[in-house]
Every structure is written in C-alpha cells, then in structure tokens.
C-alpha cells in the first residue's frame, strides 16, 4: 500500500526551512527517501532502518518514528539545488524486501 | 556511492515492435533488481521484482506477458515490452540492491539506473 506524503508540493525562498512528512497505514520496516529533478531518476538520500533513527546529510537529515508508522525529512537553509520532487518510500513488516514509493513533494526554492 | 546503468536512455518505436531496456549494476553485485514505471508527474509504480536466477515476481495489474523480465545474472537484468502500443509510452527506471550480508539484507539500499523514456507511435 502506498504511503502518504504531505505536502503535496511546497514553495521556499533560499534559506528558509521546510519538513515533509511520509506514512503509512502498516508497520514499517525501513523509510527510504530519494529526490528526483525533472527528466532524471531519482537519488538515494538516505535509508532509516530502526525507529527512533535519525540520519543527515549535510543540512537534509530525517527522522523514523516506527510507533507512528510514519517518517519526516528535514531540509536546513533551503539551497536552489534542493529543488525537486521528494519520494519517501517505504519497506513493510508484511511485503518486505520491496520499496513502494509515495506520491512525491514538489519542492521548489527560488532566490 | 554504487552504479547502476541503463540502455538504451531514449528510444522511439511503432506500435507492435518489442523493445528491450537493459539495467546493469556496474561496481556491486545485486541479487534483486527492480523495474518501475513512472508518468509524467506521477510516481514510481513498482512493476516487478526480478532475482538473479528465478522467475520475475509481477505487481498486481502488470502483464507478464507483455513486460518479460530476465535477471541473466548478478549484474543484468532486462525487460522486454512486446508488441508496444503508444499507452505503453512512459519513462521505465531499474534500480538495483545492493546486497550487504552485514546489514542482513532487508533495507538494503536502492540505487536507480537513469532511466528509458520509451515513445510508442
């Protein structure tokens, strides 16, 4: 089943801070998340594999919260090369072993 | 991080032609690859899950006789759309595990080819 991501799309000016948000209705094993720019595939950001796990990467870091069955990626001092559409996907206790990808988050930074 | 490769990147086809997609993980070994599909401002919808040596496994709505999946070995896979029609016009993107027996292997990471716009006319 496919996870939830909110929101939809979100507009920032260079600098400012945004968080999006993934879940889903079904016990989670891992939170992968990827950005895609427009025409190419995506890019592996990070992979959350324990609740309570949180990892960054430069100013992007990301947390799982396994009890609430959902994860949140955190973008620091927004950069115009932030832009993209952010998928989180997520591996379940039930069909492991696959990645099923969310709707995607429309992210654009502008100067 | 790991490599992941895909050819052709572009391909334009009349209906009823078959075209193949490779994927090929360049510097790791992967046991399972997958295959997705993506339409304009949509999402990756996962189509099947191929391991190296074994029958594709198909998501539900997928026709496996019209997307033939083969997972040659640790490092090819390959999918085949027979008889293409212009519907089946849509960016196709791989992606590869890489297999850590360390981390115990669920949760491995997914690295993504570059994908295969596929233009049916």
């Known amino acids: 089943q496919q996870p939830v991501q909110s929101p939809q799309a979100v507009i920032l000016r260079e600098g400012e801070d945004a968080v999006i948000n993934c879940s889903s209705s079904?016990?989670?094993?891992?939170v992968h998340w990827y950005r895609q720019k427009h025409g190419e595939a995506p890019v592996f950001l990070m992979i959350?594999?324990?609740?309570?796990e949180q990892k960054g990467h430069e100013k992007i870091s990301a947390s799982f919260n396994e009890k609430k069955q959902q994860s949140s990626l955190y973008l620091t001092a927004s950069q115009l090369s932030y832009s993209g559409t952010y998928f989180c996907?997520?591996?379940?206790?039930?069909?492991?072993?696959?990645?099923?990808f969310g709707p995607g988050t429309s992210l654009s930074v502008i100067p | 991080g790991a490599v992941v490769s895909q050819h052709p990147s572009r391909v334009i086809c009349k209906s009823g032609t078959s075209v193949k997609i490779e994927c090929r993980s360049l510097?790791?070994?992967?046991?399972?690859m997958f295959w997705y599909r993506q339409f304009p401002k949509q999402s990756l919808m996962l189509m099947a899950t191929?391991?190296?040596?074994?029958?594709?496994?198909?998501e539900q709505g997928v026709e496996k006789d019209k997307f033939l999946i083969n997972h040659a070995s640790l490092t090819l896979s390959t999918l085949t759309v027979t008889s293409a029609h212009p519907e089946d016009s849509s960016f196709y993107i791989c992606?590869?595990?890489?297999?850590?027996?360390?981390?115990?292997?669920?949760?491995?990471?997914?690295?993504f080819g570059p994908g295969t716009r596929l233009t049916v006319l």
């Open positions: 992606s590869a595990r890489e297999h850590r027996p360390l981390a115990g292997g669920l949760g491995d990471t997914q690295y």
């Open positions: 079904k016990a989670l094993y891992s």
């Open positions: 959350l594999l324990k609740g309570g």
């Open positions: 996907g997520t591996e379940t206790k039930t069909s492991y072993d696959k990645v099923i």
């Open positions: 510097d790791f070994q992967a046991t399972t």
């Open positions: 191929s391991n190296e040596g074994s029958k594709a496994t198909y």
